[in-house]
């Protein structure tokens, strides 16, 4: 449990100096699923993984920086 409680520490330490970096890879994340469902085939494109995926770490990262 001490360990869980050290990498808690050291995550909270690093996403409250860098505050815009989980929306920033939201973004990027959804920027890159335009392309794959723009020019892709396969199972990537037709479920939008990297669209969820995205708006997920978007919305994590601005509670999380709203947070901190």
Not at 6 to 21: C, I, M, V
Not at 37 to 44: N, Y
Request: charged share 15%.
């Amino acid at each position: 449990m001490d360990a869980f409680n050290r990498l808690l520490d050291r995550l909270s330490e690093f996403f409250a100096r860098r505050k815009g970096l989980l929306p920033f890879l939201g973004i990027l994340l959804v920027i890159a699923n335009f392309f794959v469902r723009a020019f892709g085939t396969g199972w990537l494109a037709e479920s939008d993984l990297l669209l969820h995926l995205g708006v997920v770490a978007a919305i994590f990262g601005f509670l999380l920086a709203w947070a901190l």
